[in-house]
């Protein structure tokens, strides 16, 4: 079995728009949908508001330590390891973030589908992105990333 091709340079601006998009559809859906389709309550409301505020504080902390290594595309990262504040314990913060942004965002929506949407898409898509920058990490930082990766959780 061969090596995939790698993505020509349209392929990868198309990704960089469709992947994000994968992540800001659910919330138009979300506040659309909870109108007709919600389970709503005051509590769960105050939970979701609560996680979905952690979860953004999460992965706009994340995205300001990693800095320029930032990428869309697992690979695309620069030539420096970031090790510290939030990376020092989670590998994949950003990821984290997201899922617990938007848990947090349908829970106080009230929104069955985004739930849904949540654990059908998004969840399985950070899963995917994590596993492909966990291997183009390893290629690029070979034992020193072995290592991070030992003592670090997702």
């Known amino acids: 079995m061969s090596a995939p091709e790698p993505l020509s340079p349209n392929q990868r601006r198309a990704l960089s728009v469709l992947i994000p998009s994968l992540y800001l559809f659910p919330l138009v859906v979300a506040y659309v949908l909870p109108k007709h389709f919600g389970f709503g309550s005051r509590p769960l409301a105050y939970l979701g ?7 953004l504080c999460l992965w706009i902390l994340a995205m300001a330590q990693l800095g320029r290594g930032l990428a869309v595309l697992p690979g695309d ?35 069955v ?30 034992d020193s990333y072995r290592a991070y990766r030992q003592r670090t959780l997702f």
């Open 113 to 142: 589908f985004g739930l849904v949407y949540l654990v059908a898409v998004v969840v399985p898509l950070n899963l995917v992105r994590a596993r492909l920058e966990d291997k183009a990490l390893l290629e690029r930082f070979g």
């Open 77 to 111: 990262t620069k030539d420096r390891l970031v090790t510290r504040g939030v990376y020092k314990f989670v590998r994949h913060p950003i990821y984290v973030g997201i899922v617990l942004t938007l848990l947090g965002l349908f829970l106080a929506c009230g929104s």
């Open 49 to 55: 508001f609560a996680v979905g505020i952690s979860g």
